[in-house]
């Protein structure tokens, strides 16, 4: 008598096809898509709200200084980190940056951009520019951009 093995059949194989594995692929993608755009979206409210507590804090001690000395303090001064630790005391040199600044150095712009404060002081009259030298700075207008079509 002759002994015949059995030959495994194709249906006995166990396994995953290509549209299997590629239906996991996509749901992976989705899925990681999904994660990505979440955590990036937290952040930028999480850098927003940042901007928002530093602007408040900014505006407090400005007005605390006008109420010290009778006028705000000019662009250069705002600029200068010694007139700043010296006279807005309690701010952290972090405060006076945009969070997602890379420049380290301490630097107000005179006009909004993003990824900077705008701090733009004037006379009394609102229009005339002042230094504090010749002319009073009596008004300011202090901005942030804020991320994803949130506003300034």
């Given at each position: 008598?002759?002994?015949?093995?059995?030959?495994?059949?194709?249906?006995?194989?166990?396994?995953?096809?290509?549209?299997?594995?590629?239906?996991?692929?996509?749901?992976?993608?989705?899925?990681?898509?999904?994660?990505?755009?979440?955590?990036?979206?937290?952040?930028?409210?999480?850098?927003?709200?940042?901007?928002?507590?530093?602007?408040?804090?900014?505006q407090?001690?400005?007005?605390?200084?006008?109420?010290?000395?009778?006028?705000?303090?000019?662009?250069?001064?705002?600029?200068?980190?010694?007139?700043?630790?010296n006279?807005?005391?309690?701010?952290?040199p972090?405060?006076?940056?945009?969070?997602?600044?890379?420049?380290?150095?301490?630097?107000?712009?005179?006009?909004?951009?993003?990824?900077?404060?705008?701090?733009?002081?004037?006379?009394?009259?609102?229009?005339?520019?002042?230094?504090?030298?010749?002319?009073?700075?009596?008004?300011?207008?202090?901005?942030?951009?804020?991320?994803?079509?949130?506003?300034?």
């Amino acid at each position: 008598m002759r002994y015949i093995k059995n030959k495994p059949s194709l249906k006995s194989f166990s396994g995953f096809t290509i549209v299997e594995i590629l239906v996991i692929i996509l749901i992976i993608g989705i899925l990681s898509t999904i994660l990505i755009l979440t955590y990036s979206g937290i952040q930028i409210r999480q850098r927003n709200t940042t901007r928002v507590s530093d602007i408040k804090l900014i505006q407090s001690n400005l007005e605390t200084f006008y109420a010290q000395s009778g006028f705000y303090p000019s662009l250069a001064d705002m600029n200068s980190r010694t007139w700043t630790t010296n006279n807005l005391k309690g701010l952290e040199p972090t405060t006076l940056q945009d969070p997602s600044s890379k420049v380290s150095a301490l630097r107000f712009s005179d006009y909004p951009i993003a990824n900077q404060y705008s701090y733009q002081p004037t006379a009394s009259n609102g229009t005339s520019p002042c230094d504090n030298k010749t002319v009073a700075c009596g008004k300011y207008t202090l901005t942030t951009t804020l991320e994803g079509n949130s506003g300034v």
